[in-house]
């Protein structure tokens, strides 16, 4: 259908084959969009073990390719506070200037109730909240700039 041609999107928290991200970014290539996608192997093979492969990412943009769109991605840390900027710069030279965003990242652990203290809420909060909010915004200051 190519509903989509000529748009490019960045999907944050494509990490495992079989995830939510990975079939949005699936989708959205079947649909003729350019996508940058990002993903934490540290996270994964920490608290999804089973799903984490190192060599996976590489072989998903091959997959995506497929298609006949562009497509790239990286590792990145949404808690860290330079990664938006990081993130919008790297899309943009890999595949084009986003134009969509699909917040897809999360962060969350299986713990006890007693387990939870601040430092895991505080971490829970920096990638469901507070790194939403600032992709948004800069998303919307880059696309507005002339």
């Known amino acids: 259908m190519n509903k989509l041609h ?3 999107v960045i999907v944050t928290g494509a990490s495992r084959p079989g995830g939510i991200g990975a079939a949005v970014c699936r989708a959205l290539a079947q649909e003729g969009a350019n996508v940058f996608f990002t993903h934490l192997y540290d996270y994964d093979k920490t608290e999804n073990p089973g799903d984490a ?3 996976w990412p ?3 943009v091959g997959e995506l390719r497929a298609y006949g769109i562009r497509a790239a991605h990286m590792e990145l840390d ?3 506070p330079a990664s938006p900027s990081r993130l919008l710069e790297a899309a943009r030279l890999a595949v084009g200037l986003p134009t969509i965003l699909v917040n897809n990242a999360a962060y969350s652990v299986s713990a006890d109730f007693r387990q939870i203290n601040a430092s895991l809420i ?3 909060c920096a990638v469901n909240i507070k790194v939403r909010l600032c992709y948004q915004l800069l998303v919307c ?3 507005s700039r002339p």
């Open 6 to 8: 000529g748009k490019t």
């Open 53 to 55: 492969d190192k060599n």
């Open 58 to 60: 590489d072989l998903f």
């Open 78 to 80: 949404l808690t860290d």
């Open 122 to 124: 505080d971490a829970h």
């Open 141 to 143: 200051w880059k696309l």
